[in-house]
């Protein structure tokens, strides 16, 4: 059983910023192998890639966040961050972690909310 939970959402202004942390645990899985990123999803759309990367540091962004987005990663913790920058209203979302190692285990997610 693998545990993924996030946090850091929350309402903040335009241009602001945010920092979303993912804690994963359990058994039966290697983190060492794991990619976790973090995906979003808006009210009506897809839930869509924000940003991945790998336990050797390896990262994949989506190409319109990249720049104002930043993902990182304890390894030692199997935790994953979000460092989210200038902030805009359509960034809007609720965001999920992601933990991929042959499945793809899932949190429950954190609500981000950019409004004045």
């Known amino acids: 059983q693998v545990h993924v939970v996030e946090s850091g959402g929350g309402l903040v202004q335009p241009g602001g910023s945010l920092r979303l942390s993912c804690a994963a645990s359990?058994?039966?899985?290697?983190?060492?192998?794991?990619?976790m990123g973090w995906f979003r999803q808006s009210p009506g759309k897809q839930r869509e890639l924000v940003a991945l990367?790998?336990?050797?540091?390896?990262?994949l962004y989506s190409e319109s966040l990249k720049g104002r987005f930043t993902i990182s990663r304890d390894n030692a913790e199997n935790t994953v961050y979000l460092q989210m920058n200038n902030l805009k209203p359509e960034d809007t979302a609720v965001y999920y972690c992601?933990?991929?190692?042959?499945?793809?285990?899932w949190g429950q997610g954190t609500q981000v909310t950019v409004s004045s």
């Open positions: 359990g058994s039966g899985i290697d983190f060492r192998l794991a990619i």
């Open positions: 990367i790998s336990s050797g540091g390896r990262t």
């Open positions: 992601n933990v991929r190692s042959g499945v793809d285990y």
